[in-house]
């Protein structure tokens, strides 16, 4: 008879320099249960430094109240404007930053990726990112910011990523990814 899989907490975060999403669960098992999500605004502020400022003291009030066992975090699009794609890389790093003060595992996401685990279409919309989770964490309410369901179904791919093979293996990051699955990285 298999062992149970240890239970363990799972904070996604979908960062922004505006709006900062995330969401938190629970992995009993196979089985998946939402803990919370939420959003972080910062559009009000207008000095980049207080929002990065707001997004590692917001990263570290949930590690804080929720002691999650690991952090999955969406890493940055490539996109036309530099601008932008620096301060969400500058956003992400904060996060990331505070979850390694307290030692907790981090793991960067690919958008794509995220969209794929959970409705097995690599684009689909926001939308329907959403209304996946909806059904499968059973939950009714629509949050106001689809940004706060962009953080929880960077939770739920992270535990995707074990779940489907009973693996109980966990990576610190992207490296130690590739160092580990040689034949799947090509």
């Given at each position: 008879?298999?062992?149970e899989k240890?239970?363990r907490?799972?904070?996604?975060?979908d960062?922004?320099t505006?709006?900062?999403?995330?969401?938190?669960?629970?992995e009993?098992g196979?089985?998946?249960?939402?803990i919370?999500?939420?959003?972080?605004?910062m559009?009000?502020?207008?000095?980049p430094?207080?929002?990065?400022q707001?997004?590692f003291?917001?990263?570290?009030?949930?590690i804080?109240?929720y002691?999650?066992?690991?952090?999955a975090?969406e890493?940055p699009?490539?996109?036309?404007?530099?601008?932008?794609?620096?301060?969400l890389?500058?956003?992400?790093?904060?996060a990331?930053?505070?979850a390694?003060?307290k030692?907790?595992?981090?793991?960067e996401?690919a958008p794509?990726?995220?969209?794929?685990?959970?409705?097995g279409n690599?684009?689909?919309?926001?939308e329907?990112?959403a209304a996946?989770?909806?059904k499968?964490?059973k939950?009714?309410?629509t949050p106001e910011?689809l940004?706060?369901?962009?953080?929880l179904?960077?939770?739920?791919?992270?535990a995707?990523?074990?779940?489907?093979t009973g693996?109980t293996?966990?990576?610190?990051?992207?490296?130690?990814f590739?160092?580990g699955?040689k034949?799947?990285?090509?």
């Open positions: 008879m298999l062992a240890k239970e907490i799972i904070l996604g975060i960062p922004g505006s709006i900062m999403g995330y969401g938190i669960i629970l009993r196979s089985k998946l249960e939402l919370t999500m939420g959003i972080v605004r559009d009000h502020l207008d000095d430094y207080l929002k990065l707001r997004v003291e917001k990263t570290l009030h949930l804080e109240d002691n999650p066992d690991a952090l975090i890493s699009f490539f996109g036309k404007n530099i601008q932008v794609v620096l301060k890389g500058r956003a992400q790093g904060v990331m930053a505070a390694l003060t030692n907790i595992p981090v793991t996401y794509r990726k995220i969209k794929q685990s959970i409705t690599g684009n689909a919309s926001k329907q990112v996946m989770l909806q499968l964490l939950f009714k309410e910011f940004d706060a369901t962009d953080g179904a960077i939770a739920v791919c992270h995707f990523q074990r779940m489907p693996s293996k966990s990576y610190s990051g992207w490296e130690a590739v160092a699955n034949k799947r990285v090509k």
